[in-house]
């Protein structure tokens, strides 16, 4: 028994002794609203399923590359808080955020469209939020006081893509098309981050 016991304790310091922590680098991916929390709503549309598609679709897109593990804020239709986001996201000290959103306006049909970022007052924020749009073609870059980017550590940047009450702009987010091409211009930035 004294042999069996020394030859456990043997594997065991082996396998811990050759265990190499990996340095794994991260990058989240918020996928805005969830659960209750519809977000911008146009009849049967809701926001927070354009953005959680888009998210899963990064993630599966980049699930190839070696460079960095996609994180998701949420994987299902649940609806973790502002607080318990920035929390998950302070924890993993990822390379970068990216919170995915759409935008909606007062109007039924609106004329205003494409793209616009959010940002954190930081240089290495700026720089992502400059890559986002001129990849997109963004309508504006802009700091702002949301809680996403003040509470957030690691440089991070909010997305609206689009306006849900554009129709031009709904249609394109909502296909399957359309939802491949912005997560693949999403994984052409990670990857050249």
């Given at each position: 028994m004294k042999g069996i016991t020394l030859l456990a304790l043997s594997i065991v310091s082996t396998a811990f002794l050759s265990f190499t922590p990996t340095n794994k680098k991260y990058i989240v991916i918020d996928a805005g609203h969830g659960g209750n929390d519809f977000g911008a709503v146009y009849g049967e549309i809701l926001e927070k399923n354009i953005s959680l598609s888009i998210a899963k679709e990064i993630r599966k897109i980049n699930e190839n590359q070696n460079k960095y593990e996609i994180i998701l804020t949420r994987d299902s239709d649940s609806s973790p808080t502002l607080t318990e986001r920035t929390d998950l996201i302070n924890r993993l000290n990822p390379e970068?955020?990216?919170?995915?959103?759409?935008?909606?306006?007062?109007?039924?049909?609106?004329?205003?469209?494409?793209?616009?970022?959010?940002?954190q007052n930081s240089d290495v924020s700026k720089e992502l939020a400059g890559k986002i749009y001129k990849?997109?073609?963004?309508?504006?870059?802009?700091?702002?006081?949301?809680?996403?980017?003040?509470?957030?550590?690691?440089?991070?940047?909010?997305?609206?893509?689009?306006?849900?009450?554009?129709?031009?702009?709904?249609?394109?987010?909502t296909s399957e098309k359309g939802q491949k091409e912005i997560a693949q211009k999403f994984v052409e930035i990670i990857n050249e981050y």
């Open positions: 970068m955020v990216l919170s995915l959103h759409v935008n909606s306006s007062p109007q039924k049909e609106r004329s205003d469209n494409g793209f616009e970022v959010y940002v990849k997109f073609n963004a309508c504006k870059i802009e700091e702002r006081n949301l809680h996403m980017l003040r509470e957030t550590k690691a440089p991070a940047v909010l997305v609206e893509l689009g306006f849900i009450n554009n129709s031009d702009n709904r249609n394109y987010i």
